[in-house]
C-alpha cells in the first residue's frame, strides 16, 4: 500500500507535528514500507500453528492478595521532599 504525501500531511496535523518536505517524502516510503509488510503478514497460511504463549494467554496471573501490616509513616515518608506530622506537604492546586 502506497502512502501519499497528503495522507502524511494529514497525520502530521493530526499529532501536531510540523515537517520539512524532506522528512514527508522520507515517512512516505517508511510508511508504505511498514504498510506492505502488514499486508504480506496478513497473507501468510497459518493453519495448524499454535499461538504463540505470552502474557495475553495467561490466566489467573494476579498475585494473591494477603494482608501486611504497614511499614508507619517514619518509613512511608521518609522520600517526602515536605511533610507535617504523618502526611505528605503538597502545594496547593486550588483557590
Known sequence: MKISEQEVENIA????????DAQKQALCGQLSDILGYMEKLAHVDVTGVKPASGAAF???VLREDVPHDSPGP????AN??????????VPRVVK
Do not use: G, W
Not at 517514619?74 to 515518608?77: D, I, K, Y
Not at 517526602?80 to 506537604?89: G, I, N, S, V
Open 74 to 77: 517514619e518509613v512511608t515518608l
Open 13 to 20: 496535523h493530526l499529532a501536531r507535528l510540523k515537517m520539512s
Open 58 to 60: 495467561m490466566n489467573n
Open 80 to 89: 517526602a521532599p515536605e511533610k507535617e506530622d504523618d502526611f505528605y506537604l
